[in-house]
T-cell receptor, first 115, second 112 residues
């Protein structure tokens, strides 16, 4: 089955720790995205990548880092610099970032909490 | 002003009711528009794209008014299973590389 797989489903971070959220897609999509969702709020864009070995900051990139070494994979690291990391993190992909009508598909998300 | 604004609700309606949600957007160069549905503690899933001429998918009808910069979603004959949060989503102009902007969502609860 084609889709987007995020792992883990739940993650706990200790003070001062970096943690990495995994996102893998087998849809052969060029573009991938990371969003953060806080309770009662819409999704906010953290980072996005249009193509392998390229990525750009979104609206709330501070305290986060990404890499895009393979087309299928777009891991997100939440660094210790992110002081309020507790949120629902969603990875998404779409076939081509430059076609406006292309649909964006989401993974099932990772819930990150601070211990 | 937020780029995409929705009435957060909640909307509480009985089964069989008709309910409408509106959404306004601020970027007049926006190119495409969507409604996503998000169930509690789940990921958003596409409900329908919104086309300029309006479009219908079963009990759901979406409308776009570019002059007034608003989008609407009409749900007829509401079912219990329609209870969810409905997200209005706008795709910014081409140079934003497909960045989607999400409204905060409208909560719908359909009761027996």
């Amino acid at each position: 089955d084609g889709g987007i797989t995020q792992s883990p489903k739940y993650l706990f971070r200790k003070e001062g720790q970096n943690v990495t959220l995994s996102c893998e897609q087998n849809l052969n999509h060029d573009a991938m995205y990371w969003y953060r969702q806080d309770p009662g709020q819409g999704l906010r864009l953290i980072y996005y990548s249009q193509i392998v070995n390229d990525f750009q900051k979104g609206d709330i990139a501070e305290g986060y880092s990404v890499s895009r070494e393979k087309k299928e994979s777009f891991p997100l690291t939440v660094t210790s610099a992110q002081k309020n990391p507790t949120a629902f993190y969603l990875c998404a992909s779409r076939a081509d970032s430059l076609r406006p009508r292309d649909i964006q598909y989401f993974g099932a998300g990772t819930r990150l909490s601070v211990l | 002003r937020k780029e995409v604004e929705q009435d957060p609700g909640p909307f509480n309606v009985p089964e069989g009711a008709t309910v409408a949600f509106n959404c306004t957007y601020s970027n007049s160069a926006s190119q495409s528009f969507f409604w996503y549905r998000q169930d509690c503690r789940k990921e958003p899933k596409l409900l329908m794209s919104v086309y300029s001429s309006g479009n219908e998918d079963g009990r759901f009808t979406a409308q776009l008014n570019r002059a007034s910069q608003y989008i609407s979603l009409l749900i007829r004959d509401s079912k219990l299973s329609d209870s969810a949060t409905y997200l209005c989503v706008v795709n910014s102009a081409r140079l934003s590389y497909g960045k989607l902007t999400f409204g905060q969502g409208t909560i719908l609860t359909v009761h027996p």
